[in-house]
């Protein structure tokens, strides 16, 4: 069975950097179409950063210039560097994997907390 394991996670002050991993277990499809999506109190679950299926990168107007998607085949995890982070970006974290049969699998989540 697939599964989704985040980590990174915690509080921390605006403008500081935090690091999340996504490490992906009993997937055939290694680290394709791979990537973060966020939800927000009292918001719908948004997109923040994604590997598309043929590699490239999509990325939410909003992050931008701040985060930054990558990946290691070998260890089967994506990551999502944070930068520059705004109170605006806490909410829930939740890595996901989009399967060719259109089957969605995703993680339980990590709070990612930006205040003074």
């Known amino acids: 069975q697939v599964q989704l394991v985040e980590s990174g996670g915690g509080l921390v002050q605006p403008g500081g950097s935090l690091r999340l991993s996504c490490a992906a277990s009993g997937s055939r499809f290694s680290t394709y179409a791979m990537g973060w999506y966020r939800q927000a109190p009292g918001k719908e679950r948004e997109l923040v950063a994604r590997?598309?299926?043929?590699?490239?990168?999509d990325y939410a107007d909003s992050v931008k210039g701040r985060f930054t998607l990558s990946r290691d085949y070998g260890k089967s995890t994506v990551y999502l560097q944070m930068g520059s982070l705004k109170p605006e970006d806490t909410a829930v974290y939740y890595c996901?994997?989009?399967?060719?049969?259109?089957?969605?699998?995703w993680g339980q989540g990590t709070q990612v907390t930006v205040s003074s």
């Open positions: 996901n994997q989009h399967w060719p049969t259109g089957a969605d699998y």
């Open positions: 590997f598309t299926a043929i590699g490239t990168t």
